[in-house]
């Protein structure tokens, strides 16, 4: 079946940092790859996503690539702020029909000042 | 821009009472799905709807679990006999159909069962 596999939290940081969180993933056919993002006591937001292999996802800083021959698609930031502090899942679907999104664990991330 | 509302935002409910969870999906959107995290934990999917029947369920989707849509704009989830267990985050969702669009989630539920 599908499946999702991200790094292990939590990831602490100080402010300005480069951020890097793992994720591979497990699929059959050609699934389309998201990163949600899910600050403090809220719901969860569509940080990006990508729908093909080679595809690269941005959105605030963040940056993702879907790498086909990796099964991967691995967070990054440049530099990270204290507003970053949040649990980061990654996620994929075939976007077919009614198929669900599959997540991974979370990440909970925390930045220092 | 548009949004998948949900209510309660918080529900407290004595264990053995039945709730029902109320989610209205983006008007244009033909998926509807309900996911829960029990606190700190992972979105576990629940069930996924289409053309006003069950498109797949899980295995945490036991007969104490329904959901309907009945009057074209609400999405329910009704859990019949709670159960401590069931305290969580439950989250409605819902997407358009074609292969570009992605998920809209709901600002959720927290369902705690006393």
């Known amino acids: 079946g599908n499946s999702v596999t991200q790094m292990e939290g939590p990831v602490t940081l100080s402010e300005e940092a480069f951020l890097t969180i793992n994720c591979t993933y497990t699929?059959?056919?050609?699934?389309?790859l998201f990163w949600y993002v899910q600050y403090p006591g809220e719901g969860l937001q569509l940080l990006l996503k990508a729908t093909k292999a080679d595809d690269k996802g941005s959105n605030k800083g963040f940056e993702a690539t879907y790498r086909k021959e990796t099964t991967s698609f691995h967070l990054e930031k440049g530099s990270v702020q204290v507003s970053d502090s949040a649990v980061y899942f990654c996620a994929l679907t075939l976007l077919q029909g009614a198929q669900k999104l599959v997540f991974g664990q979370g990440t909970r991330l925390t930045i220092n000042p | 821009e548009p949004e998948v509302t949900q209510t309660p935002s918080h529900q407290v409910t004595q264990m053995g009472q039945e709730v029902i969870l109320r989610c209205v999906p983006i008007s244009n959107h033909l998926y509807f799905y309900w996911y829960r995290q029990i606190l700190g934990q992972k979105v576990e999917f629940l069930v996924s709807f289409y053309n006003n029947e069950i498109s797949e369920k899980s295995e945490i989707f036991d007969d104490q679990f329904s959901v309907e849509r009945p009057d074209g704009s609400n999405f329910t989830l009704k859990i019949r006999s709670t159960k401590l267990e069931d305290s969580a985050m439950y989250f409605c969702?819902?997407?358009?159909?074609?292969?570009?669009?992605?998920?809209?989630f709901g600002s959720g539920t927290r369902l705690t069962v006393v």
């Open positions: 969702a819902s997407r358009r159909q074609g292969s570009n669009y992605g998920y809209t």
């Open positions: 699929a059959t056919g050609y699934p389309s």
